[in-house]
């Protein structure tokens, strides 16, 4: 069941399910002007209620009470609101039948139960506008606590004033100090770059700490938070945050040990993450892996690795020494468990820091083995990760067990480095803290010049993902999302030395990717690159509407049991045009929506990787967006987004919608890839590079109609979409494109079943299109069609395509046979004639003079098409021949149609009157 249809439980629920889509459909095309011009009256109304509902929470005002505030705050400009004409909003505040009226439309009139609340909310709104009240009955006791109240409501009226920062903090902390009863500062929480998952955790690390200092959230914006509490400017909580931000981390980790143990080519590796949680579930892990290379035993192979690694890579001598000492190869799948045990020992006990070399890691797992001094002499001239436990397996007296204790002891030792620089957290992270917050309870480091950080590094050691600031690393790629692309620097040097190109990172960056790995729900199998949908929360919402999103992300969650991705239905998607119909989600394995797993990893932007297996890049562009737009406009969420192929995202401009990477061909259908949440109004001016995404909405919902009504099968949908979002560069192209397809797709096409399911989403894309382009040329055709109608002008049949467009053609033909010498007068009159002759042998009845005239009248409005919109070229025209005949044949088939309809509705009045 959708979220918004769940009956509400508390007064937040009431809000985000009922009250606020209502705002938005009252109010969500009322512009204002002066100090909110940027915001509609619907944006400004949600605003102030959200921060409504949040301040009169921390103030403790009762519940009935707080059920006014709030329907006082919905409907608090009445000055503005439809009926109002020219009244100020005391004396619409009096008027009790038009302050009924607009509770009513505003779906608040329930939250007020008695006269008494009526008229509590007719106080709060006389008050809210801040000039002095001549009520009468000020005179009388009243409550001391409507000041209060009527204090949260001016501030929550001024939240969203657009003045410059410091002006505005002033005023709104003057009214919280009366609403609060208490002194207050303000405080922002900025976030320096947006790097995901990690990014979330931090903010809610910092969230975590401030709260345990007793400062609250008032509001979330797309780049940090508001908080409010005691003024002390002392404070400096980069280590308490770093501190938490790490446990977060680990927290992460430690539920994913699965993937944090994984076997790779060289053996079973344990990451240094999985250290850090319970060693009893990192070696069932283990244990597991070994199980599968157990069941996955072939003894060809391993024959062929005791041969390289043992007659091959160690001398005659050295070979009969470890036979003479009993070290003999692995012949079955339990030997060959032990040993793959062995390697992950190995491999493990290299971790340990300080460092241990080969031969103090190799002492180690022979005692816990139980080999004999002289068997571990002998397994010195092997190959310390291949070929030693190839030997050494068979031989071990202590079997599994010994793997077992040798692989405890290396995650001991790797645990208690780890936990011995946990304490005070490392300087990596407090400096990722410094780096990553912008606040006053934060300390800064000294600035460093990226640049010059990237010049001084080792050419080697450059980062190709994210700056290079520190030392780095190279990337893993089990470490990265699936399919994710980076970039790979030449490490040519001075001298000629050359190596192989190496991904490299520094550590926050790799672990950011890590953690988008492990956190979200992504498929086994490998794909695709991913898109990602960041959703950021609108400017200035309440901690509240995080909590409405994080429920929504978990409904949808909830849909796939086995926590893989979450599709859609993707013919309800393409078929439906309902802007308040919500997506119909299902389970999937292998592409959709990869939701995060934590509510924590929802914060200020919600980071969502979309898959779509392998489908081509543009058409999983043109799929990504049309989901992008369905979720941010119509799922009740009104949140702005960005689609990137990239993790990392600007946040300064995050505002309204905006898609990276389109491509040159799909530009005329998407834009520039920048879009507002203005209402779609011509009479509205925006800048050249913005488009309300409201307008690619709807032309992305139409082409999807479009591909729907002319192709039945699923996986040619796509196919036909993409052709016809390529025809958008040349929007009158689309009639040809419908044409082939449905000539393609249908063995017997009834052409006037085909235009009643096309004809509305159609021409409401070429509207959107082409606004007030070629007008001229769809008229003269739609006029050529219904001459045509009315006179019987085509060929001997009336279903066959060709021969319903034959005096079309044939005009075509004739501008193609046109000689420099022949003028139009020539050419049109001697094109009536020759059809007037063709339909005088074809037709059984005579034809007559009349049918003369109506070809006279049919062409002279083609001739006036060829003149005005060609000039008079025949290399224009014949450029658009295919898309012209295509376009006739519809506007032919539509003026039948409507004929018939006519002369039936004739016929049926005539027998009604007789």
């Not at 980790?253 to 053996?267: C, M, P, S, W, Y």
Request: some cysteine; glycine content about 6%; aromatic content about 8%.
């Amino acid at each position: 069941m959708s979220l918004l249809n769940r009956a509400p439980k508390t007064l937040e629920d009431q809000y985000f399910q009922e009250i606020r889509p209502k705002l938005y459909e009252l109010h969500g095309k009322h512009r204002q002007r002066g100090v909110r011009e940027s915001r509609t009256l619907a944006e400004h109304l949600d605003s102030a209620c959200q921060f409504s509902l949040t301040v009169s929470r921390l103030a403790g005002v009762p519940e009935p009470q707080r059920a006014v505030l709030l329907a006082a705050t919905a409907v608090h400009d009445l000055n503005k609101l439809d009926g109002a004409n020219g009244r100020n909003v005391k004396a619409l505040a009096r008027n009790q039948t038009f302050l009924k009226e607009q509770l009513e439309q505003a779906a608040v009139a329930t939250l007020m139960q008695t006269d008494t609340d009526l008229e509590l909310a007719r106080k709060l709104i006389e008050r809210h506008s801040g000039h002095n009240v001549s009520d009468g009955a000020r005179f009388l006791p009243e409550d001391p606590q409507i000041e209060r109240w009527a204090s949260i409501l001016r501030a929550a009226d001024l939240f969203d004033l657009e003045l410059t920062a410091e002006k505005l903090a002033q005023k709104i902390r003057t009214e919280l100090i009366h609403a609060l009863g208490r002194p207050c500062e303000l405080y922002r929480v900025r976030i320096t770059e947006d790097r995901g998952y990690i990014t979330a955790l931090l903010l809610s690390a910092c969230e975590e700490v401030l709260h345990q200092h007793h400062y609250n959230v008032l509001s979330v914006f797309p780049d940090g938070i508001l908080v409010e509490g005691i003024a002390n400017s002392d404070f400096d909580l980069t280590a308490e945050i770093a501190v938490a931000w790490q446990t977060k981390i680990d927290q992460v980790f430690g539920g994913n040990i699965e993937q944090l143990v994984r076997a790779t080519k060289d053996g079973i590796k344990v990451s240094h993450q999985a250290v850090q949680h319970d060693h009893d579930e990192v070696l069932n892990v283990v244990l597991a892996l070994l199980e599968k290379k157990k069941a996955g035993f072939k003894l060809e192979k391993v024959q062929g690795d005791v041969e390289k690694w043992g007659n091959q890579k160690v001398e005659t001598a050295a070979l009969q020494t470890a036979l003479e000492a009993g070290l003999t190869a692995v012949t079955s799948a339990d030997d060959f468990g032990i040993s793959e045990g062995m390697k992950a020992a190995y491999l493990s006990y290299r971790e340990v820091m300080p460092e241990l070399n080969p031969k103090q890691v190799w002492d180690r797992i022979a005692a816990h083995a139980g080999l004999s001094e002289p068997q571990r002499l002998a397994l010195e001239p092997f190959d310390a990760l291949y070929g030693r436990s190839l030997f050494a397996a068979k031989p071990s007296p202590n079997g599994i067990q010994g793997v077992i204790a040798a692989l405890q002891e290396s995650l001991e030792l790797r645990n208690g480095e780890t936990q011995s620089g946990h304490a005070d957290v490392s300087e990596e992270v407090i400096a990722a803290v410094q780096r990553s917050l912008s606040c006053a309870f934060v300390r800064n480091a000294t600035d460093s010049s990226e640049l010059a950080a990237y010049i001084d590094a080792n050419p080697r050691q450059r980062c190709s993902l994210g700056a290079t600031i520190s030392e780095t690393s190279t990337l893993s790629s089990d470490k990265m999302p699936i399919g994710t692309k980076v970039q790979m620097f030449s490490n040519r040097l001075p001298g000629g030395m050359t190596s192989d190109p190496v991904r490299q990172a520094e550590p926050l960056a790799a672990m950011a990717y890590h953690l988008m790995t492990v956190g979200a729900f992504f498929p086994a199998a490998k794909k695709e690159p991913p898109f990602y949908l960041h959703l950021g929360l609108p400017k200035g919402s309440s901690p509240d509407f995080r909590s409405f999103l994080r429920d929504w992300f978990q409904d949808r969650i909830a849909v796939n049991a086995d926590g893989g991705p979450v599709s859609v239905d993707d013919l309800q998607l393409y078929r439906c045009v309902d802007p308040k119909r919500s997506l119909v989600y299902k389970a999937n394995k292998v592409v959709g929506f990869a939701f995060p797993k934590r509510t924590e990893f929802i914060q200020t932007v919600v980071t969502t990787p979309i898959m779509f297996g392998d489908l081509p890049a543009s058409q999983a562009l043109l799929k990504a967006a049309r989901l992008a737009l369905e979720v941010s406009l119509t799922e009740g969420l009104r949140t702005p987004f960005v689609l990137s192929p990239s993790l990392e995202i600007d946040l300064s401009t995050f505002t309204g919608g905006r898609i990276e990477g389109i491509p040159s061909s799909l530009q005329p259908l998407l834009g520039t890839g920048k879009y507002t949440f203005e209402p779609d109004d011509e009479n509205v001016d925006l800048s050249s590079d913005e488009i309300p995404a409201e307008r690619i909405l709807l032309r992305l919902q139409c082409l999807g109609k479009l591909a729907t009504s002319v192709v039945k099968n699923l996986s040619k949908i796509e196919d036909c979409l993409y052709d016809l979002a390529r025809a958008c560069a040349e929007p009158f192209s689309l009639y040809f494109v419908l044409l082939r397809w449905i000539l393609r797709e249908q063995d017997d096409p009834n052409f006037a079943f085909n235009w009643n399911r096309i004809q509305e989403p159609l021409m409401t894309l070429l509207e959107s299109l082409m606004p007030n382009d070629n007008s001229a040329l769809t008229r003269y055709l739609r006029d050529a069609a219904q001459v045509a109608t009315q006179a019987n002008l085509w060929g001997s049949s009336t279903t066959n395509r060709t021969s319903l467009i034959e005096p079309f053609t044939e005009f075509v033909a004739a501008v193609r046979s046109q000689k420099t010498y022949m003028d139009l007068d020539f050419l049109f009159g001697a094109l009536v004639q020759k059809y007037h002759t063709r339909l005088k042998r074809i037709r059984d009845f005579e034809v007559k003079g009349t049918k003369f005239e109506q070809l006279e009248n049919y062409y002279s409005i083609l001739r006036k098409l060829y003149e005005e919109v060609y000039q008079g070229r025949p290399d224009k025209l014949l450029s658009d021949q295919k898309n012209l005949e295509a376009a006739y044949l519809f506007f032919l088939t539509k003026a039948r149609q409507e004929f018939w309809e006519k002369r039936n509705q004739e016929e049926e009045s005539k027998e009604t009157a007789a």
